[in-house]
């Protein structure tokens, strides 16, 4: 049996991580698996002050498990790509790993006071956009669809918490099938 595994860097609160999990097995259905990841200092970069993503997809390859069909982490650092400012999170497109950032998804970030309501929407919102990369899924044209780009925190709050039709009838097309 294949299972979609959510892990977590050290720093990253377990009631978040429990409830982003929850989100995406709900999403996707089957089996779900925790890991703890430990720490990803490896990828800081001192002068931008922020995490390259693509190192830290190498990381989780190397530690992808046996019997895992994917693997999504969340950290609580800032990541980048090297032609971008700042990335939400990244995932391989169909492939088995992706990462997804809490750190712009807390209102703390933009100097306001927390909100943890605010917080847990936005992190449910990317766990399905970078778990849906790595069933297959695009970006979408749909504003409100969780497939959908976004650049700011503004358009995430904008988006639902769902796919769109288009979007979750091409994951049930899907060869590997919407079921983990």
């Not at 899924?137 to 749909?142: F, N």
């Not at 497939?147 to 288009?166: G, H, N």
């Amino acid at each position: 049996m294949k299972y979609l595994y959510v892990a977590a860097t050290e720093e990253v609160e377990h009631a978040a991580l429990a409830a982003v999990t929850a989100r995406v097995a709900a999403e996707f259905g089957g089996p779900v698996r925790s890991m703890e990841l430990g720490s990803v200092d490896f990828a800081f970069d001192a002068e931008r002050g922020q995490y390259g993503s693509i190192p830290v997809l190498d990381m989780l390859l190397r530690r992808y498990p046996r019997d895992a069909a994917k693997l999504l982490a969340v950290t609580e650092r800032d990541l980048f790509i090297p032609v971008l400012t700042f990335v939400f999170g990244q995932a391989q497109l169909g492939g088995r790993v992706g990462v997804v950032s809490f750190a712009r998804l807390r209102q703390e970030f933009y100097g306001l006071a927390a909100n943890r309501e605010i917080f847990l929407e936005r992190a449910h919102k990317e766990a399905l956009h970078e778990t849906g990369h790595l069933f297959g899924l695009l970006h979408c044209a749909e504003r409100l669809c969780a497939m959908s780009l976004a650049t700011t925190v503004r358009q995430i709050d904008l988006k639902d918490d769902a796919f769109c039709a288009a979007c979750a009838a091409r994951l049930r097309r899907n060869p590997e099938g919407r079921k983990v």
